[in-house]
């Protein structure tokens, strides 16, 4: 009897200290976390610790290129002084031609990522949130995302802000990539679903 009272105070002890250990961690996501913009200071530092694939891997150049254009903003999160996510703007809307034809003035969020080591804790939302605020001080009305039909978390975390999927047909999203040597690869392809967020 003895023992059983033992193991189940040793196990409400090691339940609380889980707990605790989570909000101390949440804590010191909620003050260490910095969103800044991709810049040519961080760029390879970003390059070396939140890796593409091998065939993408261009991509936070082209970002910062297509950010010092005008064309976009790159957002990198940075967990105590560690890129851990990133994602991008695109002031124009989608690239794809056919969301092009039916979805006007609509910036678009691309490339949503985050470290999978420091997953749901948050970081993705607030990636989001300053996706979100940055449109609506650019006077944008609503901001859209495209979500490969097969990722099923992903559009449940759209759908929590209220994002809802748009009035057009799923569609082929095609794009090409450039590995560490400079050569082409793809195309690369996904069936994609469109989704929207209105604000005021």
């Known amino acids: ?14 339940y609380f200290n889980l ?3 989570i909000l101390q961690f949440s804590f010191m996501v909620e003050n ?5 913009y991709i810049s040519s200071n961080i760029l390879n530092e970003v390059e070396e610790k939140i890796t593409f694939d091998d065939k993408t891997f261009s991509k936070h150049r ?8 005008g064309k976009g903003l790159y957002l990198i ?18 690239e794809d031609s056919y969301v092009k034809t039916h979805i006007k003035n609509c910036p678009n969020i691309e490339d949503l990522f985050v470290n999978p080591k420091f997953r749901s804790l948050g970081i993705g939302s607030k990636l989001i949130d300053k996706c979100i605020k940055l449109a609506k001080e650019k006077g944008f009305f ?17 759908s929590r802000f209220n994002f809802e ?9 095609i794009w090409f990539g450039e590995d560490k040597k400079g050569s082409k690869a793809g195309p690369f392809s996904a069936i994609v679903k469109y989704f ?4 005021h």
């Open 32 to 36: 260490d976390l910095k969103i800044v």
């Open 142 to 158: 609503q901001i859209g995302l495209g979500v490969e039909v097969t990722n099923i978390k992903a559009a449940g975390l759209y």
């Open 196 to 199: 929207i967020l209105g604000f």
């Open 165 to 173: 999927e748009a009035n057009i047909n799923p569609y082929k999203d």
């Open 1 to 14: 009897m003895f023992k059983k009272i033992l193991l189940i105070y040793h196990s409400i002890i090691n």
């Open 77 to 94: 999160a940075f967990l105590n002084k560690f890129p851990v996510g990133h994602v991008f703007i695109r002031w124009e809307g989608a």
């Open 19 to 21: 707990i605790w250990y």
């Open 62 to 69: 082209d970002r910062l290129h297509l950010q010092e254009s």
